[in-house]
């Protein structure tokens, strides 16, 4: 028999989270430790020669500490530096082709919390190293490029990162914490071309702590993974004024227009100032350095006068 039509829903959810930002990392158990890395703090002796990244937010990582040149393969949907185009791919969260993985050699496999279970113990069994990084609140976001730069060995270029990071996200909020709070309505899913199935991001998801350092106040209420389905009544009721909507549909002539598949809901706030922004990139749903640059993005969205003579995003 098929999957019942809500449980494949949500195993599609979260399938997508994992290869655009690794959400969900609470609703899945962690597999079994790795025998060379378990924690960020046992650094390897010598830099690894050769790393495969399962996921675009460790890609994008190990772009930004420097460590990308070593870097032999990457999971099927990581799309930065544009470099990783051009390299071997081996598959997505479920269906990592082990063999392939193996007859690469690397020094280290490096894989998002979410993906773990499922791969994690068949690549220690076959002798690889591995390292697991989480990435469902801000603080892991930022953590897992220090355990990327130690594994790497590429710490000091990992905390020079890090404090850019960090430098930057304290800029967004100095600029947003004295303002006003906007009701914020966060969509990292729905059917494109519909306001079927809507996910937003919730309270605990780096997401939702982004918009508030953007000086918004995230509308989703608060879940253990971080992302909730919400029906049209509680959207209708909860009134967001502003819709930040990242849905990753089709491009080109095939494109949906946000602004109208909205209309549904016209008597939001957020629908009735045409204040509806779609994102595509598929980099603001990652977790790795570029939350800072997200931030910054919603800042402008959510509070426009503070930023008004700069570029709009």
């Avoid at 158990?29 to 790393?51: D, N, Q």
């Avoid at 309505?185 to 729905?190: F, G, K, T």
């Avoid at 389905?229 to 227009?257: C, H, T, W």
């Amino acid at each position: 028999m098929g999957e019942l039509p809500e449980r494949g829903r949500r195993r599609r959810l979260l399938a997508k989270m994992f290869l655009l930002s690794s959400a969900y990392v609470t609703l899945i158990a962690c597999g079994a430790k790795s025998p060379a890395l378990e924690s960020a703090s046992e650094a390897t002796t010598s830099k690894p020669k050769r790393i495969i990244s399962l996921s675009p937010n460790i890609t994008e990582i190990l772009e930004g500490v420097g460590a990308f040149d070593r870097v032999v393969a990457v999971s099927d949907f990581c799309d930065y530096p544009p470099a990783a185009l051009k390299l071997p791919r081996v598959g997505g969260w479920q269906t990592t082709s082990l063999e392939q993985v193996h007859s690469l050699r690397p020094d280290l496999v490096i894989m998002s919390q979410p993906q773990a279970p499922f791969v994690e113990a068949s690549l220690n069994s076959l002798g690889l190293k591995t390292l697991v990084v989480k990435g469902l609140s801000l603080e892991e976001a930022i953590l897992a490029i220090s355990q990327i730069g130690r594994a790497t060995g590429n710490l000091r270029e990992a905390e020079s990162l890090t404090q850019e990071v960090r430098s930057k996200l304290d800029g967004v909020r100095s600029r947003t914490q004295h303002l006003g709070r906007p009701r914020v309505l966060c969509v990292v899913d729905r059917v494109p071309g519909t306001l079927r199935d809507i996910y937003a991001a919730s309270e605990g998801s780096f997401l939702a702590e982004l918009i508030e350092i953007a000086g918004g106040q995230c509308l989703s209420p608060p879940t253990a993974g971080g992302y909730a389905k919400m029906s049209l009544e509680a959207i209708a009721e909860s009134n967001p004024e502003i819709v930040i909507d990242m849905v990753q549909g089709a491009k080109g002539r095939f494109a949906e227009n946000p602004s109208q598949v909205w209309q549904q809901l016209s008597e939001v706030s957020a629908v009735n100032k045409n204040r509806i922004y779609p994102m595509q990139e598929t980099s603001v749903l990652h977790p790795s350095q570029f939350v800072a640059d997200t931030a910054l993005r919603f800042a402008k969205i959510v509070h426009p006068e503070a930023f008004a003579n700069e570029a709009t995003p």
